[in-house]
């Protein structure tokens, strides 16, 4: 994901066991369409509150184009972007993947009450699946080359229709990644731009 990372010293949101003490808290969720409050915890992405690029990307992002389909959400944390696409689209699958087991473990949590929706280490997702939407908050602070070789990873994944909804602060490379990903051959539009936050919707 691309907002600060959680401040606890010695861990970061991307390990895959943090060693950060557990310390459970509450945040809400408010968006137009869905107010719900979510488990959190230290030592997952943006633990005490929504994340700035994450409110963008769900209060602005596209409408989905798959609602019956396999939705992603790629670096879920507790699962913010994967509540909310299970809440708009109830028929549709919704996976969140993390490499944090303590964020994984919320995300579930926080999906407890839907039965299409769930989330996996990212080592546990089933590979066989063809994936029609991606939406993700990416975890920028991985490096670049991490990075591209994640976005490359579940390019892959996409089903010959399907696309990858991102949102990127703009001084964190959202336009130098946009223009990586054009590179690649990948058909990459900037969507919208708000307080330095770009949302890239990316084609197969």
């Given at each position: ?8 010293v ?5 390990d895959?066991?943090?060693a950060?003490p557990?310390q459970?808290?509450?945040v ?14 230290r ?5 005490t509150?929504?994340?700035?690029g994450t409110?963008i990307l ?14 992603v959400?790629?670096?879920c ?5 994967a509540r909310t ?8 699958t ?9 964020a994984v473990a919320?995300?579930?949590?926080n999906?407890?009450?839907?039965s299409?929706?769930?989330?996996v ?5 089933d ?5 029609d939407e ?5 975890p920028?602070?991985v490096?670049?080359?991490?990075l ?7 390019h ?6 399907g696309?990858m909804?991102l ?5 964190l490379?959202?336009?130098s990644?946009?223009?990586w990903?054009?590179?690649?051959g990948?058909p990459a539009?900037?969507l919208?731009?708000r307080a ?8 197969k």
């Amino acid at each position: 994901m691309t907002g600060d990372p959680q401040s606890n010293v010695g861990s970061h949101y991307f390990d895959g066991s943090p060693a950060t003490p557990s310390q459970q808290q509450a945040v809400s969720l408010v968006l137009p369409d869905l107010t719900t409050d979510l488990v959190t915890d230290r030592g997952v992405f943006s633990g005490t509150r929504i994340d700035a690029g994450t409110k963008i990307l769900l209060q602005e992002g596209p409408p989905l184009e798959a609602p019956t389909g396999l939705l992603v959400d790629v670096g879920c944390g507790y699962g913010p972007i994967a509540r909310t696409l299970i809440h708009r689209a109830p028929t549709a699958t919704v996976i969140g993947v993390d490499v944090n087991e303590r964020a994984v473990a919320l995300a579930n949590t926080n999906l407890a009450d839907f039965s299409s929706a769930s989330a996996v280490l990212a080592d546990d997702f089933d590979t066989s699946l063809a994936v029609d939407e991606v939406w993700s908050n990416p975890p920028i602070r991985v490096g670049k080359q991490a990075l591209h070789e994640l976005l490359t990873l579940w390019h892959d994944r996409l089903k010959p229709s399907g696309r990858m909804v991102l949102v990127v602060q703009k001084h964190l490379g959202s336009d130098s990644l946009q223009r990586w990903m054009q590179a690649e051959g990948w058909p990459a539009t900037r969507l919208f731009t708000r307080a330095s936050y770009r949302i890239l919707e990316v084609r197969k």
